[in-house]
């Protein structure tokens, strides 16, 4: 037998064995023939290094040294979910997509698993790329880490699509956890707090072999990509299985909310069963062809709902209520707690949200409180034990002044925040605009980080974004841990900056109330700064999505002389300030004030880009039909109350060829 034909045996037999022991829990073969095997392998690999394949079995163990982690752009973006935590919002969700699709919905429901998310890509079979979440739009390269988790296969069976990516979650099973927990304490090292912090900080380790010491799972939900071989999530769940992916088996197929409910209360019941952390369940509408249908929301699809479990809760003592100052100068009040065990960390801080919360609680400093995780995420004070409050305890008085500037508060009618007015000089809010002008949806500014922010700012080297466009390498090179490498990958990503399209300018500004979806309606509508800033509030809101509580904050941010200041500033810096002629060429009004619905199936463009289409010719696109639409853009297998509804109202249908003639 050839040298080569003898590795590669060897491979394809190690990856059935480690499929069959960590996917299908039926092993065939001894731990130590295994071990045999796999040590055969790796003498011939050493042997004969021209046939190297990252993809090898023995890869698995690690031994790669990462010094940094390369940030990746998801090719998919990874969104969150919305959440409910009752029948009735669940049921509410259901009617709402019904109307928006037309059609009677199935459903899928999977447990959602707490670990750390994962994208997994694959062309021709291998494993080529893992990335973190990160933020959604792109997170981080830790192929060599993932590589090590043995439920995750390296190459594929059966017939899978030439390239696809599959979403995941890295898990710490209770036993693993139990047993790595166990060591540290042999070792005389802290335990870890929880599963779901240890996965994710495995992903992290600098060292691929620390990594492999981990026992880590890979639990994968959702098949992203073009031209996939089935046509419903149910379906896709099972071709994972057959390609080698292990695939949760408890993921049932419904009809309806009743049957939603029906595996929601099990599970509730039994989630203490499962060797994972759950923290809920994941429902989605099972047809791909109506989840294109419904499409998304800025931060969410609009065909998956994820419903939490009921809140834990425990109770404590309220040592201390402080006063954080947000970036926009909202002030949020935080209970400082005696510190409580709530499901599976260690909770010290509980937000009190407002001072209409704290009245209506009548929670006070000394308190025993009952505290809960709202879905098992976010610690919050649900109630005061009254038998034990001190008698001579005075109610909760909340403050009048900035606790970081001593400027007094302001609130405004009909809102429940307190604000700091002293948005030029109150130290969190110049480090926290700055902070959001370099996040990576806004300016991505690379070598920039918020420790490196409130450095300078403290520094006294900026206080403002547009300061930043005059910092000098030998201004920082003095700053802690600023080597010289460091200074120059700072100046170069502000450098860098300048190129970032207006849209994302516009966002990055932080005017209260305009996130990056209602900037890029504003950046279109008025193609530049200039034409934004002489807009009354009554012009504003006749822009799609802009309501007047927006219009008034873009009104009353280009009222401010410093703000206008630093506009002036920025561009003249040479940060764009206005749509390029680049994305202008898409950009047309030949649809202007019209108003076109989707629905059915398409052949030569996607719901997304019909959707896009739509709207760089300056129309609108809605999900349900009413009196104000224009046309129904009709593919394969509309709906029939949909086409019925159209038919009532009297408003034509259009093919896909006829509005692709449209537009030219």
């Known amino acids: 037998m050839n040298t080569e034909k003898q590795i590669n045996d060897l491979r394809k037999e190690l990856e059935e064995h480690n499929y069959k022991y960590y996917v299908l829990d039926n092993p065939s073969i001894s731990d130590y023939d295994f071990d045999m095997k796999l040590k055969e392998l790796q003498q011939l690999e050493q042997a004969h290094p021209e046939f190297y394949d990252p993809n090898s079995p023995t890869q698995r163990v690690g031994g790669q040294v990462i010094k940094g982690f390369e940030t990746i752009r998801h090719q998919y973006p990874m969104y969150s979910l919305s959440n409910s935590y009752s029948k009735e919002e669940l049921e509410d969700w259901e009617k709402r997509i019904e109307k928006l699709t037309d059609q009677k919905i199935e459903f899928t429901c999977e447990l959602k698993y707490d670990g750390a998310s994962i994208s997994l890509s694959y062309e021709n079979g291998e494993l080529v790329r893992a ?58 090292e802290e335990p870890y707090a929880n599963p779901r912090n240890t996965a994710s900080g495995s992903l992290k380790l600098q060292d691929s072999s620390e990594t492999a010491k981990r026992p880590l799972d890979c639990l994968v939900f959702s098949i992203i990509g ?63 062809e109506q989840q294109d249908e419904l499409g998304y929301t800025a931060k969410a699809p609009r065909w998956a709902m994820a419903y939490k479990f ?70 919050k004070i649900v109630g005061v034990d009254f038998k034990k409050r001190n008698p001579n305890s005075a109610p909760t008085k909340y403050i009048t002044h900035c606790p970081e500037c001593e400027t007094e508060l302001i609130r405004a009618e009909g809102e429940a ?36 922010v409130n450095l300078l700012v403290n520094e006294k080297l900026i206080n403002n974004y547009a300061d930043l466009y005059e910092l000098k390498k030998e201004q920082i090179l003095p700053l802690e841990r600023m080597a010289e490498k460091s200074a120059e990958n700072l100046i170069n990503g502000i450098e860098e900056s300048k190129k970032i399209p207006f849209e994302r300018v516009l966002y990055a500004l932080g005017i209260r109330f305009v996130g990056e979806t209602v900037a890029k309606k504003l950046a279109f509508h008025y193609k530049s700064i200039e034409n934004i800033k002489l807009q009354p509030a009554e012009k504003l809101v006749e822009v799609d999505d802009i309501g007047e509580r927006i219009a008034e904050s873009v009104v009353a941010f280009f009222e401010v002389e410093d703000n206008l200041e630093i506009i002036n500033r920025l ?48 129309g609108k696109n809605t999900g349900s039909i009413s009196k104000n639409t224009d046309y129904l853009l009709a593919g394969e297998k509309i709906g029939p109350s949909k086409k019925k509804k159209a038919e ?9 060829d006829e509005f692709i003639e449209m537009l030219k």
């Open 571 to 618: 561009k003249n810096y040479g940060v764009q300030m206005e749509i390029s002629e680049e994305e202008l060429e898409n950009q047309t009004e030949i649809l202007k004030g019209k108003t076109i619905v989707i629905t059915g199936s398409f052949e030569k463009h996607s719901r997304k880009e019909l959707k896009q289409m739509i709207e760089d010719n300056g």
């Open 226 to 288: 073009e031209d996939l071989p089935f046509k419903t999530q149910y379906e896709g769940l099972k071709k994972a299985r057959e390609w080698g992916f292990k695939i949760p088996e408890e993921a049932v197929l419904v009809s309806d909310v009743e049957g939603i409910m029906k595996f929601l209360n099990h599970w509730d019941e039994h989630r203490h069963e499962l060797p994972y952390e759950t923290d809920g369940v994941v429902v989605k509408v099972n047809a791909i």
């Open 417 to 452: 925040l307190h604000y700091c007015p002293n948005s030029a000089a109150c130290p969190p809010q110049v480090k926290g605009r700055i902070a959001h002008f370099i996040s990576r949806k806004a300016m991505d500014i690379s070598g920039l980080g918020a420790e490196t």
């Open 131 to 188: 990335v973190t979440r990160g933020d959604g739009i792109q997170g981080d390269d830790v192929t060599h880490n993932v590589r090590t988790i043995r439920s995750v296969p390296l190459k594929l069976k059966g017939d899978y699509p030439e390239k696809f990516d599959i979403r995941g979650e890295i898990v710490l099973p209770f036993e693993g956890f139990s047993q790595l927990n166990a060591e540290r304490v042999k070792n005389g």
């Open 310 to 379: 009921k809140a834990e809760q425990a109770s404590t003592i309220l040592k201390k209520i402080t006063y954080q100052v947000g970036r926009t100068g909202a002030i949020t009040p935080v209970a400082n707690l005696k510190g409580v065990q709530l499901a599976g960390t260690t909770v010290k801080r509980a937000s009190l949200h407002n001072a209409d919360q704290i009245e209506k609680l009548d929670v006070r400093e000394g308190d025993t409180v009952f505290v809960e995780k709202g879905g098992e995420i976010i610690p």
């Open 648 to 656: 009532d109202l009297g408003i034509p249908f259009i093919s896909e």
